[in-house]
């Protein structure tokens, strides 16, 4: 863009931030068409810069934060308007941001749970993305759509057993998640192998075997922040995993260290 283009560029942004910002159905509604054109967002940057540019550099993550930070209702129903929008999700970067948008919109609506589904997918850009919006924002909604994501046998096993170690094993006292946890354990769409990864996850924790030396390793949360209905989740499922008699020696003296913490 020539100076002259970039300054009109930063122009347009900044007022479809003032109207992100507020909280009037009718500015919403001017702001719901212009984020559904191409030719607007062209405005704010051009092919090339969506091309090379990253998502958060881009003109239109602004006005995505400013919409993030509006609990409003027409602020909302923008969210839903951009979540179904063919043109605007039609750029990654752009799904990437709304993604991160709707990671504390909850409970998540029918319009961002279908987008959550679509993002989820196995070919999606921002799939591994997509598993950690959707944990993080844990509503019965999400949840419902991660408890589908490890359930498809088009998912490559080792991307599950990732997702296990790192957004789930961050949440796993989160009531929702560990509700999917243990119907994905008592049913049948789980691998013995993945089922066992995800008992690990719930009641261990192995930094040195599950990530490589130099990366930033996830943590659990601690056992005493539990909520008693957690408390309560979290024994159904180590009952029923001491009940396996497939599972490891060691992993069986964890599980049940782990259940005397919980009394």
Known sequence: MSALDSKEAEKTAAAAVALARSSSAAEHERLRQD?????????????????????????????????????????????DALAQSKEFLAEPNRQELLLRTVRDRRPASPAVAAFLEQQSHPNADNLHLAIDVIVANG???????????????????????????????????????????????????LSPELKQSLVEVLFDYRPEKWYPPDSDR??????????????????????????????PKDLRAKVQAELAKLK
């Open 35 to 79: 984020l559904g054109s191409s030719e607007f967002l062209l405005r704010l940057n051009s092919t090339d810069e969506y091309g090379r540019l990253k998502a958060e550099q881009l003109r239109v993550a602004g006005v995505l934060k400013a919409l993030a930070d509006n609990r409003s209702t027409a602020a909302a129903a923008t969210i």
């Open 139 to 189: 509503s019965e909604p999400a949840i419902a759509v991660l408890e589908r994501a490890l359930s498809s046998t088009n998912q490559e096993p080792e991307n599950i057993t990732g997702w296990m170690r790192d957004p789930i094993l961050r949440h796993r006292q989160d009531v929702p998640l560990l509700k999917a946890c243990e119907r994905l354990l008592k049913g049948s769409a």
């Open 218 to 247: 996830p943590s659990p949360p601690q056992r005493s922040a539990a909520t008693p209905e957690a408390r309560a989740v979290l024994k159904e499922i180590g009952d029923w995993a001491l009940q396996q008699e497939s599972l």
